[in-house]
């Protein structure tokens, strides 16, 4: 799966370790622009201040938008992040996980 295709498509399905990465990325990311508002708060007049918080706020939205299409693609495959998907093909797409190998195969 490309990144523009985890990133903001609706379609297919998706495993745990992707979903969960993306997830964490999305808030470590918000949380590194929330301490920059803080910071220019406490450093720089109310003006500048305003300013980042609306530029977190424009960069909030895709984020949404991201969350949002890996969610989906997630939930087209089980659970959100706890369950292992349904194994082999449903009607969302393919198994997003390579088949078990058998042992002694």
Request: avoid cysteine.
């Amino acid at each position: 799966m490309s990144m523009s295709q985890l990133l903001f498509s609706f379609q297919g399905r998706l495993n745990r370790k992707p979903y969960w990465m993306t997830a964490i990325a999305i808030t470590v990311l918000m949380i590194v622009l929330i301490v920059i508002a803080i910071a220019f708060f406490a450093e720089h007049e109310i003006g500048a201040g305003i300013a980042i918080v609306v530029l977190i706020a424009l960069l909030y939205i895709p984020l949404i938008w991201v969350g949002l299409a890996v969610g989906a693609k997630r939930l087209h495959d089980r659970e959100l992040g706890f369950l292992r998907g349904t194994i082999g093909p449903n009607r969302y797409g393919p198994d997003p996980l390579p088949p078990l190998a058998l042992p002694g195969a």
